[in-house]
Structure formats: structure tokens, C-alpha cells
T-cell receptor, first 114, second 112 residues
């Protein structure tokens, strides 16, 4: 089955700087890669996603890049703000499609230092 | 717009007691529904998913079961809880396979 590795587990950046979180996946047939933000005591919220036919996608301060050859994808947050502090999860869909769920990374705790 | 509700938000149960967690979705029909468990410091583990009423697939052997008695209702159950069942349980829905999944706010279950 699919295996997703996420790094780093904790990331501390100064407010206003950029943050980058990286994930690798094992199943070359995976074709859907969402990113979620989870605040304390809440469920994960989808913040951006990308499909395998696209190399990059951007939404304001957030961008995701995908390298299918290397089987890795990354989340980029620019001009970080205190409200960006949260746990971020990457995920990949299995080759069998989404009905068997997403395989998640173990999460990155992003801390924005004022 | 679509909304997903889970309850209760927190639950403390003794070992050996039964469990019933409920999840409902509004604003959509025939969604895919999912139950995940999240352990501290770990990602989300898929427990069950359903593509329709009465259709349940289990991803891991466990002490829990799931049912979908109505189109937009998904229930997680156990006859006898174990200490290892403690965790944060999340319900999610999606339009169909390989589409974004949207999560509820979860139930924190503590077993004493």
C-alpha cells in the first residue's frame, strides 16, 4: 500500500519568513495530494490540493509543488503569520482511488515566532 | 453548503462499556463517508469507509464496527471498549472517490 513520509515533525520560523514542509510517497500510481491544517481540538481543514497532472498550484500565500519523478511534494507558506501556527498534514490517494481513503503523513507542528 | 457534525465532542467511558459515536452530513446526497482515528503525535489512520447505505469497508482489524443506516449518517460502535480504543475519532465525507475529504471536529474518547 501507499506510504507517506513527512518532514520535519516540528518547524519553527520567524513571523514573516517562509515555511516549507516536504512529503514523499511510495505509490507511483497515486494521483491526488491534499494538504490539511489542524488547529488544537479541531478536525483537519483542507487548505490546498494538487493532482498529478499539475506541477504547481498557488493560493495567495500558500503553494504546493509536485515532483512525480521523485515522488515528492511540498507545501510552501510565504509571509507567515501567527495564525499559521498549527499542525499540517500531507496525504496521498492510493492507486485504487479515494474510496479506500487517504494515506496521511504524521504531521508537522508549525510554530510561528513573533 | 455542506456541513458535517460529530457528537459528542468529548467522551469518557469505562473499560468494557459500549460505544456509539455519530456523524451526520448535511447539504449533500450519497457521499462517501469515513471514520479515522488519530493518536497523539501521529497521522490519521483510516478505520472504515462507506460508499452507500449499508456498505461498510474496514481497513484494519479492531474492536470497533461501523454502520450507515441512512444516506448521511455514519455511526462508530463498540460492544466492549478497550483501553487501546482511546483517541481522537474523526468523521469525514467526500463527493466520490479521489475527491477532497472534509472532516468534522472529532470526538475525543478517553477510556478509564
Amino acid at each position: 500500500g501507499e506510504n507517506v513520509e513527512q518532514h520535519p515533525s516540528t518547524l519553527s520560523v520567524q513571523e514573516g519568513d517562509s515555511a516549507v514542509i516536504k512529503c514523499t510517497y511510495s505509490d507511483s500510481a497515486s494521483n491526488y495530494f491534499p494538504w490539511y491544517k489542524q488547529e488544537l481540538g479541531k478536525g483537519p481543514q483542507l487548505i490546498i490540493d494538487i493532482r498529478s497532472n499539475v506541477g504547481e498550484k498557488k493560493d495567495q500565500r500558500i503553494a504546493v509543488t509536485l515532483n512525480k519523478t521523485a515522488k515528492h511534494f511540498s507545501l510552501h507558506i510565504t509571509e507567515t503569520q501567527p495564525e499559521d501556527s498549527a499542525v499540517y498534514f500531507c496525504a496521498a490517494s492510493g492507486s485504487g482511488g479515494g474510496a479506500d481513503g487517504l494515506t496521511f503523513g504524521k504531521g508537522t507542528h508549525l510554530i510561528i515566532q513573533p | 453548503s455542506q456541513t458535517i457534525h460529530q457528537w459528542p465532542a468529548t467522551l469518557v467511558q469505562p473499560v468494557g462499556s459500549p460505544l456509539s459515536l455519530e456523524c451526520t452530513v448535511e447539504g449533500t446526497s450519497n457521499p462517501n463517508l469515513y471514520w479515522y482515528r488519530q493518536a497523539a503525535g501521529r497521522g490519521l489512520q483510516l478505520l472504515f469507509y462507506s460508499v452507500g447505505i449499508g456498505q461498510i469497508s474496514s481497513e484494519v482489524p479492531q474492536n470497533l464496527s461501523a454502520s450507515r443506516p441512512q444516506d448521511r449518517q455514519f455511526i462508530l460502535s463498540s460492544k466492549k471498549l478497550l483501553l487501546s480504543d482511546s483517541g481522537f475519532y474523526l468523521c469525514a465525507w467526500s463527493w466520490q472517490d479521489n475527491q477532497p475529504q472534509h472532516f468534522g471536529d472529532g470526538t475525543r474518547l478517553s477510556i478509564l
